[in-house]
Nanobody, 119 residues
Framework: QVQLVESGGGLVQPGGSLRLSCAAS????????LGWYRQAPGRQRDLVAS???????NYVDSVKGRFTISRDNAKNTVYLQMNSLKPEDTAVYYC?????????????WGQGTQVTVSS
């Protein structure tokens, strides 16, 4: 299993930008599928964006065109670039790393980073 540490959250005004980073320790990072999730108070944790080990990406409709997920396997890091932020994007953001099925291991979560969009 990898250990994940998120950073980059904070307070930003509507229309602003933030870039979240998630650094992983451990080996074989390049073989993991990665995702960013968010959880607002009183709500469930939902997938925001994902990127496969081969670079395929997927986004929830509400962030398409505003958020971009990317990965740097050399740095064992996954990023979430968030532009045109809205108050409804306010949540704790978590990264998740899922090992390949053949590994027979469960996925890992980071501790979360708070994003607050407010004027």
């Amino acid at each position: 299993q990898v250990q994940l540490v998120e950073s980059g959250g904070g307070l930003v005004q509507p229309g602003g930008s933030l870039r979240l980073s998630c650094a992983a320790s451990g080996s074989a990072f390049s073989g993991y599928d990665l995702g960013w999730y968010r959880q607002a108070p009183g709500r469930q944790r939902d997938l925001v964006a994902s990127i496969t080990s081969t670079g395929g990406t997927n986004y929830v409709d509400s962030v398409k065109g505003r958020f971009t997920i990317s990965r740097d396997n050399a740095k064992n890091t996954v990023y979430l670039q968030m532009n045109s932020l809205k108050p409804e994007d306010t949540a704790v953001y978590y990264c998740h790393a899922q090992p390949p099925a053949w590994a027979g291991a469960s996925g890992s979560w980071g501790q979360g980073t708070q994003v607050t969009v407010s004027s």
